[in-house]
Protein backbone atom coordinates (compact mmCIF):
# COMPACT_ATOMS: atom_id res chain seq x y z
CA UNK A 1 0.00 0.00 0.00
CA UNK A 2 1.01 3.52 -0.82
CA UNK A 3 -0.30 6.52 1.54
CA UNK A 4 -0.51 10.17 0.75
CA UNK A 5 -1.42 12.47 3.67
CA UNK A 6 -2.35 16.20 3.58
CA UNK A 7 -4.29 18.36 6.13
CA UNK A 8 -8.10 16.87 5.41
CA UNK A 9 -7.48 13.52 3.82
CA UNK A 10 -5.81 10.76 3.13
CA UNK A 11 -5.28 8.79 -0.08
CA UNK A 12 -4.11 5.05 -0.11
CA UNK A 13 -3.52 3.15 -3.28
CA UNK A 14 -2.74 -0.35 -3.55
CA UNK A 15 -0.86 -1.76 -6.73
CA UNK A 16 -2.40 -5.30 -6.28
CA UNK A 17 -5.65 -4.49 -7.34
CA UNK A 18 -4.93 -1.02 -8.57
CA UNK A 19 -7.72 0.53 -5.91
CA UNK A 20 -7.40 4.04 -4.52
CA UNK A 21 -9.22 5.43 -1.97
CA UNK A 22 -9.62 8.62 -0.56
CA UNK A 23 -10.85 9.18 3.22
CA UNK A 24 -10.43 11.73 5.93
CA UNK A 25 -7.84 11.89 7.73
CA UNK A 26 -8.73 10.13 10.99
CA UNK A 27 -9.70 7.47 8.91
CA UNK A 28 -6.26 7.12 7.57
CA UNK A 29 -4.12 7.59 10.65
CA UNK A 30 -5.91 4.91 12.00
CA UNK A 31 -5.73 2.50 9.32
CA UNK A 32 -2.06 3.26 8.78
CA UNK A 33 -1.70 2.69 12.73
CA UNK A 34 -2.82 -0.86 12.05
CA UNK A 35 -1.38 -1.75 8.98
CA UNK A 36 2.02 -1.02 10.21
CA UNK A 37 1.25 -2.45 13.97
CA UNK A 38 -1.36 -5.23 13.08
CA UNK A 39 -4.05 -6.20 15.13
CA UNK A 40 -4.17 -4.26 17.91
CA UNK A 41 -6.20 -3.15 21.43
CA UNK A 42 -8.49 0.27 21.30
CA UNK A 43 -6.61 1.36 23.82
CA UNK A 44 -3.30 0.72 22.22
CA UNK A 45 -4.43 2.17 19.26
CA UNK A 46 -5.69 5.22 21.06
CA UNK A 47 -2.12 5.42 22.13
CA UNK A 48 -0.72 5.22 18.71
CA UNK A 49 -3.33 7.90 16.95
CA UNK A 50 -2.70 11.41 18.34
CA UNK A 51 -5.32 13.53 17.64
CA UNK A 52 -3.13 16.47 17.37
CA UNK A 53 -5.42 18.78 19.91
CA UNK A 54 -7.59 19.65 16.57
CA UNK A 55 -11.46 19.33 18.02
CA UNK A 56 -12.71 18.31 14.60
CA UNK A 57 -10.11 15.27 14.20
CA UNK A 58 -10.28 14.77 17.77
CA UNK A 59 -14.08 13.92 17.54
CA UNK A 60 -13.99 11.94 14.69
CA UNK A 61 -11.43 9.75 16.45
CA UNK A 62 -13.20 9.58 19.22
CA UNK A 63 -16.31 8.23 17.17
CA UNK A 64 -13.97 6.01 15.53
CA UNK A 65 -12.35 4.67 18.95
CA UNK A 66 -16.23 4.50 20.25
CA UNK A 67 -17.26 1.91 17.24
CA UNK A 68 -13.96 -0.10 17.78
CA UNK A 69 -14.57 -0.40 21.40
CA UNK A 70 -18.26 -1.69 20.41
CA UNK A 71 -16.97 -3.89 18.01
CA UNK A 72 -13.92 -5.06 20.43
CA UNK A 73 -16.65 -5.91 23.40
CA UNK A 74 -18.94 -8.31 20.54
Known amino acids: MR ?5 DATVIY ?3 SG ?4 IDKPSGAMLRALSEQ ?6 RLRARVDPSGDE ?4 AVAGLLLD ?7
Open 38 to 43: GAMETA
Open 56 to 59: AHFL
Open 19 to 22: DTHR
Open 14 to 16: DPI
Open 68 to 74: LDVLEQA
Open 3 to 7: WRAWD
